[in-house]
T-cell receptor
């Protein structure tokens, strides 16, 4: 069955370093992947979308890559700040429905000053 | 960007009562909205797809008679948790689907339900 996995439940890094989060998918080939940020007690906020024919996409300090050979997307935050601390969710379209998306379990990122 | 609101943001109720949660798309029309449930430190689990003017589509294992969904207009979907029990306590989040190619969803801020 279709799976999206974010292997790291939590990631702690020093302020100023680059944070790299991983999303792996199995048993299907998504046309795109999405990344969301979720703060405690809040709904997710859309950050970036990358299509399968795009290797890399950037938005300010954020960078997302899509490797169809490795079946993996990496999400990078450069020059990380304590305000970047949140849970980051990877998501993709469900193969069973044109409108539904499924989420990975999320990675809780903590940036220490 | 598109804005989705939810009301109430927090509700505490006694076991056996029913609770209604509203989800509104404020600056766009959404023929499709989704309802998710999220337990602590877990990801979002899709409960149902709410379709304007038609019956909701429920995910496997979600009781449609317990979680009533009404999508009466292009900007409003409601989720009613009927005869709530403590195990229904959770964070409920709605999202509204835009009409774009990539199914971008905009999420509401969530509703924290606590059933005593």
């Amino acid at each position: 069955s279709q799976k999206i996995e974010q292997n790291s439940e939590a990631l702690n890094i020093q302020e100023g370093k680059t944070a790299t989060l991983t999303c792996n998918y199995t048993n299907y080939s998504p046309a795109y992947l999405q990344w969301y940020r979720q703060d405690p007690g809040r709904g997710p906020v859309f950050l970036l979308l990358i299509r399968e024919n795009e290797k890399e996409k950037r938005k300010e300090r954020l960078k997302v890559t899509f490797d169809t050979t490795l079946k993996q997307s990496l999400f990078h935050i450069t020059a990380s700040q304590p305000a970047d601390s949140a849970t980051y969710l990877c998501a993709s379209k469900s193969y069973s429905s044109a409108s539904k998306i499924i989420f990975g379990s999320g990675t809780r990122l903590s940036i220490r000053p | 960007g598109a804005v989705v609101s939810q009301h109430p943001s927090r509700v505490i109720c006694k076991s056996g009562t029913s609770v209604k949660i509203e989800c509104r798309s404020l600056d766009f029309q959404a023929t499709t909205m989704f309802w998710y449930r999220q337990f602590p430190k877990q990801s979002l689990m899709l409960m149902a797809t709410s379709n304007e003017g038609s019956k909701a589509t429920y995910e496997q294992g979600v009781e449609k008679d317990k979680f009533l969904i009404n999508h009466a207009s292009l900007t409003l979907s409601t989720l009613t948790v009927t005869s709530a029990h403590p195990e229904d306590s959770s964070f409920y989040i709605c999202s509204a689907l835009t009409s774009g190619e990539f199914n971008e969803q905009f999420f509401g801020p969530g509703t924290r339900l606590t059933v005593l």
